[in-house]
């Protein structure tokens, strides 16, 4: 499969040929729900917790005696039933983390990728090339790639600083370092914008 080269000015100046091995296999939907659903659960913070009976300060002394006053039996006033006592089966920290096989991510990304290939939600450009961070630059290349309120995903071979505080302030629009591009960014983006060299870092590394 081949997709247009355009230049920062939206020229075409050539095309390019995706790998097949990255670009062209059978996306696997159940390897790419396994690795969706990990990725978002390591993302966790796991931090919510809540105070048993132990742990709620106070409540050491009997309230009342066990007989004689007519009323129900206790024996601290931090028991669960009672107002400011503690709670019961509440969520405590917990880490969210499991490993993933590098083989079922790989083919999770191909999968992601091969589906835009598909779908022909893929540009390329020959380079992004700025003197100094410009945000209205970036704007402007998205019009004329006619890519403007699009969730859009850009992916350069490394970073490049001038692009990347170009690009912040641009709603739905995220930049990436291609080789470190993970496949929800990928899943969600609805257009992804590889420069070339970008585009050869992301064949090299997840073919």
């Known amino acids: 499969m081949t997709v247009k080269v355009y230049n920062q000015d939206g020229q075409e100046v050539g095309k390019v040929e995706l790998k097949a091995e990255v670009f062209g296999i059978e996306p696997n939907q159940d390897v790419v729900h396994q690795y969706i659903t990990n990725l978002l659960s390591r993302r966790r913070q796991g931090n919510a917790s809540t105070k048993t009976r132990k742990d709620v300060r106070g409540g050491g002394k009997k309230p009342w005696r ?62 992004f090339s700025f003197d100094k961070p410009k945000t209205k630059s970036v704007v402007n290349l998205f019009a004329k790639l006619d890519m403007a309120g699009k969730k859009c995903l850009l992916l350069d071979e490394g970073r490049n600083q001038n692009m990347e505080l170009s690009c912040r302030n641009i709603p739905k629009v995220k930049y990436r370092r291609a080789a470190l591009a993970n496949g929800y960014d990928l899943l969600h983006a609805d257009v992804l914008l590889f420069t070339k060299s970008g585009l050869q870092k992301a064949e090299e590394v997840f073919a």
Do not use: C
């Open 66 to 127: 066990q007989k004689g006053t007519g009323r129900a039996r206790a024996g601290t006033i931090r028991s669960p039933l009672w107002r400011g006592g503690g709670t019961v089966f509440g969520p405590h920290p917990k880490d969210y983390d499991s490993k993933f096989p590098k083989r079922m991510k790989k083919l999770a990304i191909q999968s992601v990728l091969s589906d835009k290939a598909k779908a022909e939600k893929i540009k390329v450009i020959d380079q």
